[in-house]
């Protein structure tokens, strides 16, 4: 994890995704997905069977994974994605889950 540089054109926002995500494969998959996508940041289960994650790349990299993210893998139910934009200094070298 570096710095941002302070012209950077990198965006990071925080999502949350609810439904039937965990036990489906969905951080897995979504880790493949932001290699191909070539998004940053990280994914992880919540407690209340949420999955959260933050993502960082420039904006096309970010839209096609919030869009990939609506829909998950084939065994995923998503019900609802929220997101939100985060304000971050860090910059991540890749997309991992944690």
Excluded: C
Excluded at 64 to 86: C, D, F, I, K, Y
Aim: net charge negative; aromatic share 6%; hydrophobic share 35%.
């Amino acid at each position: 994890m570096n710095k941002l540089p302070s012209n950077h054109n990198t965006e990071t926002i925080v999502v949350r995704v609810t439904g039937h995500v965990q036990g489906v494969g969905f951080r897995a998959s979504a880790v493949r997905q932001a290699h191909l996508f070539g998004v940053k940041g990280w994914i992880r289960s919540n407690e209340d069977g949420s999955v959260e994650a933050l993502l960082q790349g420039d904006h096309e990299q970010v839209d096609r994974m919030l869009s990939w993210l609506h829909a998950g893998p084939p065994a995923a139910r998503v019900n609802e994605v929220t997101h939100e934009q985060s304000l971050q200094e860090r910059h991540y070298d890749r997309f991992e889950q944690v």
